[in-house]
């Protein structure tokens, strides 16, 4: 639509803007459960030391990591993009795993 009102000129800035809203949604998505994870984790092991072994898996950037390589670079190298149909199945899963983990948070409140 762009290009027909407007020329070449504004479907290059449409497209861009297209996927700098794609990339805006799918940072948001990933920090959102890079933070949920980070806080379930420290309650499943409780109070960990920085020299402590398990630090490793209750440090934020290392699930960050972990979440990217896991759950968002694997679609995103996919040659064709029907095979993401599949993937749906993934996203009802963060999902349900999403609202666990909120759920989790206020059931192991101390206060």
């Not at 799918?26 to 806080?39: G, H, M, R």
């Not at 995103?76 to 999902?95: E, Q």
């Amino acid at each position: 639509m762009g290009k027909e009102l407007f020329g070449k000129p504004a479907e290059y800035i449409i497209n861009c803007i297209q996927v700098l809203y794609g990339l805006g949604a799918l940072f948001s998505y990933t920090i959102v459960a890079a933070d949920e994870s980070y806080f379930v984790m420290e309650k499943f092991l409780g109070p960990v030391d920085v020299s402590s072994w398990k630090y490793w898996f209750v440090d934020r950037s290392s699930l960050l990591t972990i979440i990217t390589v896991l759950f968002i670079i694997p679609p995103a190298l996919l040659p064709r993009m029907d095979h993401l149909r599949f993937t749906s199945f993934v996203s009802i899963g963060a999902i349900a795993y999403l609202l666990i983990s909120v759920e989790s948070i206020f059931s192991f409140d101390d206060s």
